[in-house]
């Protein structure tokens, strides 16, 4: 026995409640005091009677001091436990024991209870059966009080508790001291104790069988309640991958709890956060970042190998899949190829990024356009109000004109041959060239909604090829001229009452999307792993305070500036 | 004394937050309520005696509901009953 102290040993059970724990072992092997069928004599009757009453007492107080700063669900229980506790016919059948067969308190409370027991053992149905353990636990407290036989352990923090089953006011009462873990050899995922782990957030096991009598001697243990799985004694490697992966995914819960809550600023004024997506894998990102809808669905990667007419029921199928795995508005952005994303037809051109891209090519690539536009309108008759359409490279207002009436003729042929259609589909573009942002007061009238894709605007607003690697110090996106040239963009969306969001790196930068809401742009998409930074920053300050930061930020002459005023005022 | 044939309908059963209504809710009357099921006879206003019926969705219970204000009883406990214990089905 003495060597398996030494071994790693893996025990196997059920995740009641997810989590890593690294620590000390505890185990409580809280063997059942021995309830004997004790007679007591009629002077005793009283003072029999006295204790379970107190005791009674005891346990409710102990449950409403408990029950404060408690979760709904976790008060629950408690609230089922005082119900239980103060059972009429309890009471009576206890009362009834200890005055007429003159049975000690501990074995009345012990005989009542399991008749209760017996007959839930008997039921045979699994999910009744689960309660049992709560019972059991229940009876022994009250046979612990009344005995004033108060198990007040103390634990140190972080310590693996291993036990048999364990009473939620005793879970409670070693939360409070900080236990890292519990393992419990007995219950299921949904015993009381699981559940009350689960809203305390502490990892752990049940069902686990022999843990108790396994972990006799051993120091430390990990607990991987994801994986459903005790290690004893782990090795160092072992602990140090466990840290590893403890960090990696507190990290990720602070994330989550970030992402979970909602999105205003500390004054109350409400923003949106949504995902630019490319794959329909990314959606399960976004969605555990809770980003409101997808503000940019990228389309290129269905050109992905050269093919420039990709069938249209391929097509089809991929925004259906987009669709249908995600909840809320999906923007579309139609291919934006050329420039650095060829495709095996073009030719080469001298300065392609200012050359035949976007929607220059769509326009001339008829047939491309026309099959990529006609495959998003029929899904969006299929998912009315959710689709919009967002052209990328607009620069002239010609040329929203003619995707606008192509937009309506394939409506037309559409409803036709007996699609449905979404009459309402917004139509907008992006706003990535200065022609374009200067002009948004004019393109604004001719679309439903702008979109400012960052990356470009500040390539071409301030000529710098940002693949250039010569010049790549020049491509600063906190440049002032970009951010008047952005600024201008908004006031055109706000005089004709369309909406304006951010798809750009800016949004996903936590200077950008400070001084972005302060200009009151208050609709971001952003990549979904940048999500989490991004919403933490915006709801830890207040609209006046973010207005503040961008109106200064429109007074820099210098990036360097912007940068500067974000560290002081960070 | 009034009797009425009632089923479960939620889908946890008289489970532990559902019987917690129950019985607070019969606890309310002055009259006295019992359950009959697999030949039991459980006293209605005491929840370990109601979560030991272990009666599953689609269980068939009758209600024995006895004194002064019966009618009124009954109606309210089965209420409850066909509410589904105002829970939402998880």
Same mark, same amino acid.
């Given at each position: 026995?003495?060597?398996?102290?030494?071994?790693?040993?893996?025990?196997?059970?059920?995740?009641?409640?997810?989590?890593?724990?690294?620590?000390?072992?505890?185990?409580?092997?809280?063997?059942?005091?021995?309830?004997?069928?004790?007679?007591?004599?009629?002077?005793?009757?009283?003072?029999?009677?006295?204790?379970?009453?107190?005791?009674?007492?005891?346990?409710?107080?102990?449950?409403?001091?408990?029950?404060?700063?408690?979760?709904?669900?976790?008060?629950?229980?408690?609230?089922?436990?005082?119900?239980?506790?103060?059972?009429?016919?309890?009471?009576?059948?206890?009362?009834?024991?200890?005055?007429?067969?003159?049975?000690?308190?501990?074995?009345?409370?012990?005989?009542?209870?399991?008749?209760?027991?017996?007959?839930?053992?008997?039921?045979?149905?699994?999910?009744?059966?689960?309660?049992?353990?709560?019972?059991?636990?229940?009876?022994?407290?009250?046979?612990?009080?009344?005995?004033?036989?108060?198990?007040?352990?103390?634990?140190?923090?972080?310590?693996?508790?291993?036990?048999?089953?364990?009473?939620?006011?005793?879970?409670?009462?070693?939360?409070?001291?900080?236990?890292?873990?519990?393992?419990?050899?007995?219950?299921?995922?949904?015993?009381?104790?699981?559940?009350?782990?689960?809203?305390?957030?502490?990892?752990?096991?049940?069902?686990?069988?022999?843990?108790?009598?396994?972990?006799?001697?051993?120091?430390?243990?990990?607990?991987?309640?994801?994986?459903?799985?005790?290690?004893?004694?782990?090795?160092?490697?072992?602990?140090?991958?466990?840290?590893?992966?403890?960090?990696?995914?507190?990290?990720?819960?602070?994330?989550?709890?970030?992402?979970?809550?909602?999105?205003?600023?500390?004054?109350?004024?409400?923003?949106?956060?949504?995902?630019?997506?490319?794959?329909?894998?990314?959606?399960?990102?976004?969605?555990?970042?809770?980003?409101?809808?997808?503000?940019?669905?990228?389309?290129?990667?269905?050109?992905?190998?050269?093919?420039?007419?990709?069938?249209?029921?391929?097509?089809?199928?991929?925004?259906?899949?987009?669709?249908?795995?995600?909840?809320?508005?999906?923007?579309?952005?139609?291919?934006?190829?050329?420039?650095?994303?060829?495709?095996?037809?073009?030719?080469?051109?001298?300065?392609?990024?200012?050359?035949?891209?976007?929607?220059?090519?769509?326009?001339?690539?008829?047939?491309?356009?026309?099959?990529?536009?006609?495959?998003?309108?029929?899904?969006?008759?299929?998912?009315?109000?959710?689709?919009?359409?967002?052209?990328?490279?607009?620069?002239?207002?010609?040329?929203?004109?003619?995707?606008?009436?192509?937009?309506?003729?394939?409506?037309?042929?559409?409803?036709?041959?007996?699609?449905?259609?979404?009459?309402?589909?917004?139509?907008?573009?992006?706003?990535?060239?200065?022609?374009? $942002?200067?002009? $948004?007061?004019?393109?604004?009238?001719?679309?439903?909604?702008?979109?400012?894709?960052?990356?470009?605007?500040?390539?071409?607003?301030?000529?710098?090829?940002?693949?250039?690697?010569?010049?790549?110090?020049?491509?600063?996106?906190?440049?002032?001229?970009?951010?008047?040239?952005?600024?201008?963009?908004?006031?055109?969306?706000?005089?004709?009452?369309?909406?304006?969001?951010?798809?750009?790196?800016?949004?996903?930068?936590?200077?950008?999307?400070?001084?972005?809401?302060?200009?009151?742009?208050?609709?971001?998409?952003?990549?979904?792993?940048?999500?989490?930074?991004?919403?933490?920053?915006?709801?830890?300050?207040?609209?006046?305070?973010?207005?503040?930061?961008?109106?200064?930020?429109?007074?820099?002459?210098?990036?360097?500036?912007?940068?500067?005023?974000?560290?002081?005022?960070? | 004394?009034?009797?009425?044939?009632?089923?479960?309908?939620?889908?946890?059963?008289?489970?532990?937050?559902?019987?917690?209504?129950?019985?607070?809710?019969?606890?309310?009357?002055?009259?006295?309520?019992?359950?009959?099921?697999?030949?039991?006879?459980?006293?209605?206003?005491?929840?370990?005696?109601?979560?030991?019926?272990?009666?599953?969705?689609?269980?068939?219970?009758?209600?024995?509901?006895?004194?002064?204000?019966?009618?009124?009883?009954?109606?309210?406990?089965?209420?409850?009953?066909?509410?589904?214990?105002?829970?939402?089905?998880?």
């Amino acid at each position: 026995m003495e060597k398996l102290a030494t071994q790693e040993i893996s025990i196997k059970g059920l995740p009641g409640s997810e989590g890593i724990a690294i620590g000390d072992v505890l185990v409580i092997d809280n063997k059942k005091r021995k309830v004997q069928p004790k007679k007591i004599n009629s002077e005793s009757i009283l003072s029999h009677l006295k204790s379970f009453a107190k005791s009674k007492q005891l346990f409710l107080k102990e449950l409403d001091t408990l029950s404060t700063n408690l979760d709904t669900k976790t008060a629950g229980i408690l609230e089922t436990q005082k119900h239980i506790v103060s059972d009429v016919e309890i009471e009576k059948r206890i009362n009834a024991s200890i005055e007429v067969e003159q049975y000690s308190v501990d074995y009345s409370i012990y005989k009542v209870f399991n008749e209760f027991i017996e007959r839930l053992r008997e039921s045979g149905s699994e999910l009744f059966q689960q309660r049992i353990v709560d019972i059991e636990n229940i009876r022994d407290r009250l046979i612990g009080l009344s005995c004033e036989n108060r198990n007040a352990l103390i634990v140190e923090k972080g310590t693996i508790l291993i036990v048999k089953d364990i009473s939620p006011t005793d879970l409670i009462h070693y939360f409070e001291q900080g236990i890292g873990g519990l393992v419990m050899d007995k219950g299921g995922i949904t015993s009381h104790a699981a559940i009350i782990a689960q809203s305390l957030g502490i990892p752990c096991l049940v069902s686990t069988k022999d843990a108790v009598s396994s972990s006799g001697l051993s120091k430390k243990a990990i607990l991987d309640a994801n994986n459903g799985e005790l290690i004893l004694n782990p090795s160092s490697q072992t602990t140090s991958d466990y840290k590893t992966a403890q960090k990696k995914e507190k990290r990720l819960r602070n994330a989550v709890a970030v992402t979970s809550k909602p999105s205003t600023t500390k004054d109350g004024k409400d923003f949106t956060i949504r995902a630019n997506i490319e794959f329909v894998q990314e959606l399960k990102l976004a969605k555990k970042f809770n980003a409101t809808g997808i503000g940019l669905l990228r389309t290129e990667a269905l050109l992905f190998g050269g093919i420039a007419n990709k069938s249209e029921s391929e097509q089809d199928k991929f925004y259906e899949e987009v669709l249908s795995k995600s909840e809320g508005e999906v923007t579309i952005r139609l291919f934006d190829v050329g420039g650095d994303k060829l495709i095996s037809h073009t030719h080469e051109e001298a300065n392609p990024f200012l050359g035949w891209r976007g929607i220059r090519m769509l326009l001339d690539e008829g047939e491309m356009f026309k099959s990529q536009l006609r495959s998003i309108l029929k899904t969006a008759g299929k998912y009315p109000g959710r689709i919009k359409i967002l052209v990328p490279m607009i620069s002239f207002v010609e040329e929203i004109e003619e995707v606008r009436t192509e937009l309506n003729i394939l409506q037309d042929e559409l409803k036709n041959q007996g699609f449905t259609v979404d009459e309402g589909v917004q139509l907008g573009v992006m706003i990535e060239v200065p022609s374009a $942002a200067l002009m $948004a007061d004019h393109i604004a009238k001719k679309v439903d909604f702008l979109s400012i894709g960052t990356n470009d605007l500040t390539q071409y607003t301030l000529a710098v090829d940002r693949g250039n690697e010569r010049i790549c110090s020049m491509y600063q996106h906190y440049h002032p001229a970009v951010w008047k040239l952005i600024q201008t963009s908004y006031d055109a969306a706000v005089n004709n009452g369309i909406q304006i969001s951010v798809c750009g790196e800016l949004a996903g930068d936590e200077i950008g999307a400070a001084c972005l809401l302060g200009l009151g742009i208050n609709d971001l998409s952003m990549s979904p792993s940048s999500i989490p930074k991004i919403k933490g920053l915006l709801i830890q300050r207040s609209q006046e305070e973010l207005h503040k930061f961008s109106k200064a930020v429109l007074n820099c002459s210098t990036s360097e500036e912007v940068r500067e005023l974000y560290r002081a005022w960070d | 004394m009034t009797k009425k044939k009632v089923t479960i309908l939620n889908s946890s059963g008289l489970h532990a937050r559902p019987s917690a209504a129950l019985v607070k809710l019969a606890s309310k009357f002055e009259s006295e309520f019992y359950i009959h099921m697999y030949g039991y006879r459980i006293n209605g206003k005491s929840i370990l005696g109601v979560m030991t019926l272990a009666a599953e969705q689609g269980a068939e219970l009758e209600f024995e509901v006895n004194g002064p204000d019966e009618e009124e009883a009954m109606e309210s406990i089965t209420e409850l009953v066909n509410n589904k214990f105002g829970m939402h089905d998880e």
